[in-house]
């Protein structure tokens, strides 16, 4: 029996999402990243690839993806969980003793009454210093989990918006400065899905790898992985799939099947850090902080 269902509109039973969160990192030996975490809930739940393809109205996310991120926030809110600068994430003692329902629901209850505390308490801080209207109240929601997506979604929107030849040309650009040589785009003469080719060299031997890049907005899922792997029988062994969407945990599954040919996804959000990573249309900047140090001075 499923513990939580995805729609477009309503909200999931967060507690057993939450459930699925731990048993999945169970499983995975009690830690793992974001990604591997999510693509085993939606496993062990049997999250359909329509469900997976539901995006939230306001980011570039998928529902269920959303969802799990704030599963994980209740969890380290009640001790459940913790995780590390890396992005890793691993349960604590009291997290590997759950193992019914009834734990995340006693969670997701304290969390929940903790919020409503705080805003009363801000409100009788507000009337306390005579403020003559006093805050609104705040949502009982924990702090919204840090999705680390603002400039992603700006990136990924823009991205959306070219024209298929010129995105065909960022991947290219892309594949050059990761270190591929002889990089060429097939345009609109590439057939059976792919858009290009391109030599990978790794110490004494090369590879040549067959490449699509696609701009999704939703879910790229298993169907596309299978049409693209069947492009590329008797051209190369190994296959590369580019998009700004996201990839269904059956795709993920597809992708490194055991038996066929390899083929290595890459996503809206890898796809944003390897153009940052690159210096690719993003820019990043330091900022200055200047402090002073009065008991120097004393001391001269």
């Not at 680390?148 to 298929?164: A, F, I, R």
């Not at 996201?246 to 796809?271: M, P, V």
Request: net charge negative; hydrophobic share 35%.
């Amino acid at each position: 029996m499923r513990r939580f269902e995805i729609d477009q509109d309503s909200l999931p039973d967060l507690p057993g999402m939450m459930l699925a969160t731990v048993e999945a990192l169970r499983k995975l030996g009690g830690s793992a990243t974001i990604q591997e975490l999510d693509e085993e809930a939606i496993s062990l739940e049997g999250v359909t690839e329509a469900e997976q393809g539901y995006m939230m109205a306001n980011n570039n996310m998928p529902r269920v993806n959303y969802f799990l991120s704030w599963a994980r926030t209740y969890l380290k809110r009640g001790g459940a969980l913790e995780n590390s600068a890396r992005g890793v994430w691993a349960l604590t003692d009291t997290g590997a003793k759950i193992t019914e329902l009834a734990a995340t629901q006693a969670i997701y209850d304290q969390v929940k009454q903790e919020e409503r505390d705080r805003a009363k308490a801000k409100r009788r801080a507000a009337k306390a210093q005579g403020e003559t209207k006093a805050e609104e109240s705040a949502p009982d929601e924990p702090e919204a989990p840090d999705l680390d997506d603002d400039w992603k979604s700006k990136l990924l929107d823009v991205m959306k918006g070219m024209q298929p030849d010129a995105f065909e040309r960022l991947a290219q650009r892309l594949l050059r400065e990761a270190g591929f040589v002889k990089v060429e785009v097939r345009g609109k003469s590439g057939d059976g899905g792919i858009d290009g080719v391109g030599v990978l060299r790794v110490n004494l031997v090369s590879f040549q790898v067959y490449f699509q890049c696609k701009r999704y907005k939703g879910s790229v899922g298993s169907k596309e992985i299978r049409d693209f792997r069947g492009a590329l029988e008797g051209r190369a062994d190994k296959g590369l799939f580019i998009t700004t969407g996201h990839f269904t945990s059956q795709a993920s599954e597809e992708a490194t099947r055991d038996g066929a040919k390899a083929i290595d996804l890459i996503d809206g959000e890898r796809l944003c850090d390897l153009l940052k990573a690159n210096k690719l249309g993003v820019q990043t900047e330091m900022i200055e902080q200047v402090t002073v140090n009065p008991e120097w001075f004393s001391g001269v």
